[in-house]
């Protein structure tokens, strides 16, 4: 499976495409949720849940965003893994589960 984020990648000093399912905690605890007997509201809650856990405000998951002509570092962003994903978690729910 592939999900991808904006995600830096500090041994290469640059930005680059993150697939959050080359986390192994990740897809160990998916498949564990996705044997439960629960509804789809129960899962995407469970989903939110791991996904916060995962990469919620770990540095290693944020980056800063900003207009590229600002130059006051007080006024960028910062972005996580887990902002990426939480707008779009119903999707991605659905995705895991016809595809796991």
Not at 2 to 13: A, C, G, Q, T
Not at 80 to 94: E, F, G, H, M, R
Request: proline content about 1%.
């Amino acid at each position: 499976m592939e999900w991808y984020v904006l995600n830096y990648d500090f041994n290469r000093k640059k930005i680059e495409y993150y697939n959050i399912f080359n986390h192994s905690y990740l897809i160990e605890s998916i498949k564990k949720i996705l044997e439960q007997d629960i509804t789809f509201d129960e899962y995407i809650d469970k989903l939110d849940h791991l996904l916060r856990y995962c990469f919620w405000s770990k540095r290693e998951y944020e980056i800063l965003v900003g207009d590229a002509f600002e130059t006051d570092l007080n006024k960028f962003e910062k972005i996580d893994v887990y902002s990426q994903l939480k707008p779009n978690i119903k999707i991605l729910a659905t995705y895991i589960k016809d595809n796991i």
